[in-house]
């Protein structure tokens, strides 16, 4: 099994759907999550941190799934300016941020 | 700035030459991590510092890829002999500690071996 796999997209939605990535890994271990946005030709930058008990931030949730190993990312009401490229990012077994390859999202008038 | 920064932000250089990269963590930042980005693709790692010891190189491509951290701060991420396929945008990212809080990147630098 991969450390982490994300599907790399891309997903294509109306402006205000409602759409959700998921992200799965495979150190059961692994205590940090993260969600990553990255916009064309700029550097990544922290959207949000994921939270056992799972968190909101505006319109974008993020949950964890221990037991199935995975994180997921919602966002509602989608707006063009989401369009990017989302990674998850978890600490491995060397407790190294280990980054997935990113699911592209593109919203669309 | 509190920043990461990275230089040179772009460089062109001829196939064959070597490059250096230089990465300056946010202060106190002991986690160092580099990685390659070629256009349309995924972030590859390549090298993670704790402090300035490498225990994990097993990205590097191959023996022309080098990198160093001292006075756990300033990184150099070094190439030899450049070939057309390291042209990428190579990105320095640092965080507080290892592997528990989120990591802030520099804004890349722009490789083009012609």
């Known amino acids: 099994r991969k450390e982490v796999e994300q599907d790399p997209g891309p997903f294509n939605v109306p402006e205000g759907a409602t759409v959700a990535f998921n992200c799965t890994y495979s150190?059961?271990?692994?205590?940090?999550f993260f969600w990553y946005r990255q916009d064309c030709r700029k550097e990544p930058k922290l959207l949000m941190s994921?939270?056992?008990s799972g968190n909101e931030d505006g319109r974008f949730t993020a949950q964890l799934n221990r037991a199935s190993q995975y994180i997921s990312l919602l966002i509602r009401d989608s707006k063009l300016s989401d369009s990017a490229t989302y990674l998850c990012?978890?600490?491995?077994?060397?407790?190294?941020?280990?980054f997935g390859g990113g699911t592209r999202l593109m919203v669309k008038p | 700035g509190a920043g990461v920064s990275q230089s040179p932000s772009n460089k062109v250089t001829e196939k064959g030459k070597d490059v250096e990269l230089r990465c300056d963590p946010i202060?106190?930042?002991?986690?160092l991590y580099w990685y390659r980005q070629r256009l349309g693709q995924g972030l590859e790692f390549l090298i993670y510092?704790?402090?300035?010891?490498?225990?994990?190189k097993s990205g590097l491509p191959s023996d022309r890829f080098s990198a160093e951290r001292t006075g756990e701060s300033v990184s150099t991420l070094t190439i030899q002999r450049t070939q057309q396929e390291d042209s990428a945008v190579y990105l320095c990212?640092?965080?507080?500690?290892?592997?528990?809080?989120?990591?802030?990147f520099g804004q890349g630098t722009r490789l083009t071996v012609v």
């Open positions: 990012v978890f600490n491995n077994a060397g407790n190294m941020l280990t």
């Open positions: 990212a640092s965080s507080k500690d290892f592997g528990f809080t989120e990591a802030f």
């Open positions: 150190n059961s271990a692994s205590q940090s």
């Open positions: 510092f704790q402090g300035n010891s490498a225990p994990d």
């Open positions: 994921v939270y056992s």
């Open positions: 202060s106190g930042h002991t986690a």
